[in-house]
């Protein structure tokens, strides 16, 4: 795991630039730094290696091939790279220099070409390879975009990085990107191919770029592997088998899948929140690995929303070494800072610092963690996915989204009533939200409109900014031409694997770790799982009016049923009552009429009434003011 920059340009001076990138991101691979630059100085690499498999100099990089054609930095790890080294050995001698997967990834390339190459290979990563002969630079990214990979291309000079600070660090104008604002206020992120800023984009997951230095730089972008195309191959090809048989399969696969992610020269944990996804890989590594496994889990010492307990029981029964930090609102508070450091766009995901601070402390036990991410979008586990699969006639919809919309605030009042009486402390301070949401999407009048009620932060986002340019996710990813034929809660969940999945979750999840220097591996992303996926049938996935069915099957064959159907989702914030108490003087100076006017990008009077319903009680505004403040913090740093 590592941190990868680059300079492709007629002249590369010096390394000055290319050593401000490294610095900038030295947090990614403290262990070891180096920074090439072609014989012709058309080619630069910076890279911070991270050592996880084999962690001697030999493994050290920007690495040559044995033929000395090709150069490679690469970030990532290459689960099945043992098989294709055995590969490589059947029709080539080759002289080992190391016993890493980089190696073996840049042997193939050199010997069997990029396209088989990344048609074989099953990992995450993000790379870049030089080509000497052809003068050609490739950069690629993985299936499913665990691993990051920015770039820009000005003034005849084309920059990449793992992370946007790098580019950043480099270029002097910086201006706000229109359509990465716009997603950000509807979605709490932003999506590639956009950034927050104009001419710095993500390369999308599933793609390559080829760049070219001729007498212009140029570069095109190609697709090496659709997520859409597969699900539609390979389409419910299991529908047939029984639910005993298709979770026997994948649980078998779910084994291999840790198996081959455990592999490690240094120590190896598991994230454990208590959930379903995280339960399974805490079995199968429990299982397989001849160490006990390290698990380990965030809680909290005022109780709101803390699920350690599940937890607790999942690492008693499976007899792993569990770590449990416990901290108060007031840490979360005070880490919030710490913001602007991790995420160099605006985000404004609830649980972005629980990831961080979770990160943290696996990082004072293990170098690298197994997490669940990414059962939830193959397998349906969201309540958006559960709610779409439900069968409600026009009628009842009207009545039930009429009545919701109109008293939400009084169901929370209820709600809330009822359990101090019964002194629960576990009170879900952010129900008017989600009633608010199920209210929007049974009035929903197409795809689009349900989907972004259930997902999207604010439906009204251009109620909050003047620049309005914004394209829905559906049209993003042209599903209109896929001839498609999928129910509501399938449509729903493939594109949660292929928006929401990498542009939120797992861009979370690599920013929080790596700020730690801790590898984050995702054996539910690992290939052969998501072909399994797509085969099976989403009567297998949600049925009893419940998500992940088939994963609570393999779950309920491993566990004590009893303890499979205590499992919950695992620890969140208390966002609702934070925005109402303890961060509503920090809010509201943040949002100070005067500070939004300066930015120049907002409809002042509209979120000055977003902000007074809010906090006069009139409408619950939390996600959305949560937003804009996230936004804020981030432009102010």
């Known amino acids: 795991m590592c941190g990868i920059s680059g300079i492709i340009s007629h002249n590369i001076e010096n390394k000055s630039k290319l050593l401000k990138m490294s610095n900038s991101i030295n947090h990614r691979g403290p262990d070891f730094n180096s920074i090439w630059i072609s014989e012709n100085k058309n080619v630069g690499f910076a890279h911070n290696r991270l050592s996880i498999i084999d962690l001697s100099n030999n493994a050290n990089q920007p690495m040559f091939c044995q033929n000395n054609r090709f150069v490679l930095s690469f970030n990532g790890e290459i689960y099945n790279y043992k098989i294709l080294k055995k590969e490589i050995e059947k029709s080539f001698k080759i002289n080992w220099k190391s016993s890493s997967d980089t190696e073996v990834l ?61 580019i950043s660090s480099v270029i002097n104008t910086k201006k706000i990107s229109k359509k990465g604002m716009n997603y950000y206020f509807k979605y709490g992120f932003i999506p590639s191919p956009h950034s927050i800023y104009d001419n710095i984009y993500k390369l999308e997951p599933g793609k390559y770029i080829e760049i070219y230095l001729k007498n212009n730089l140029n570069y095109k972008i190609f697709e090496h592997y659709s997520f859409i195309k597969e699900r539609y191959k390979n389409f419910n090809k299991l529908s047939q088998n029984s639910i005993n048989k298709n979770a026997k399969l994948l649980s078998n696969e779910l084994d291999n899948s840790v198996e081959s992610e455990l592999i490690s020269d240094v120590p190896i944990g598991v994230l454990l929140s208590g959930g379903i996804d995280s339960s399974i890989i805490a079995s199968s590594a429990s299982i397989i690995s001849k160490k006990k496994i390290n698990t380990f889990t965030l809680g909290s010492n005022d109780n709101i929303h803390d699920e350690t307990e599940a937890a607790k029981k999942v690492s008693e029964y499976l007899g792993t070494k569990h770590h449990v930090l416990k901290v108060n609102s007031s840490d979360f508070l005070k880490n919030f800072i710490q913001y602007k450091k991790i995420y160099d766009e605006p985000f404004s995901d609830t649980s972005h610092l629980i ?32 709610y779409s699969a439900k069968k409600i006639n026009p009628i009842q919809k009207n009545f039930i989204s009429s009545i919701i919309s109109k008293n939400s605030f009084l169901f929370e009042k209820i709600y809330y009533f009822f359990n101090q009486i019964l002194k629960n402390r576990e009170i879900h301070s952010d129900l008017s939200i989600k009633i608010n949401k199920y209210s929007k999407f049974l009035s929903a009048k197409n795809f689009d409109q349900a989907y972004d009620a259930l997902l999207a932060i604010n439906n009204q986002h251009f109620r909050i900014i003047k620049d309005r340019n914004y394209t829905s996710v559906k049209h993003i990813y ?26 939120n979750i797992l861009f979370k999840m690599d920013r929080a770790s790596m700020l730690n220097s801790l590898e984050a591996r995702a054996p539910f992303l690992n290939n052969n799982i998501v072909s399994i996926s797509h085969q099976i049938p989403i009567k ?5 009016g419940k998500g992940k069915y088939i994963l609570r099957t393999i779950l309920e064959n491993r566990m004590q049923s009893n303890l499979v159907k205590n499992i919950k989702k695992g620890f969140s914030i208390p966002l609702n009552s934070w925005i109402n108490n303890e961060l509503k003087e920090l809010i509201l100076d943040t949002l100070d009429k005067n500070n939004l006017y300066d930015q120049g990008i907002f409809d002042i009077n509209n979120v000055q009434k977003i902000i007074n319903d809010h906090y006069s009680k009139k409408i619950n505004h939390t996600l959305i003011i949560w937003n804009l403040f996230n936004y804020m913090i981030w432009k102010k740093n």
Not at 365 to 386: M, S, W
Not at 478 to 503: A, G, H, R, V
């Open 106 to 166: 840049l042997e193939f390339i050199s010997n069997f070409g990029l396209n088989k190459t990344l048609k074989m290979i099953n990992g995450m990563y993000a790379f870049s390879v030089f080509d000497k002969v052809k003068n050609i630079t490739y950069l690629c990214r993985d299936r499913l975009g665990e691993k990051p990979l920015y770039y820009s291309l000005k003034n005849d000079e084309f920059i990449f990085s793992s992370e946007l600070k790098a």
């Open 355 to 386: 990831t961080y601070l979770l990160c943290k402390e696996t990082k004072k036990h293990v170098k690298v963690a197994l997490t669940g991410d990414g059962g939830d979008e193959l397998f349906g586990g969201y309540n958006r996915h559960i």
């Open 478 to 503: 042209n599903l209109d031409n896929q001839n498609i034929k999928l129910t509501k809660s399938e449509l729903f969940m493939l594109l949660d694997s292929i928006f929401y999945l990498p542009e």
């Open 540 to 544: 297998q996935k949600i049925n009893y």
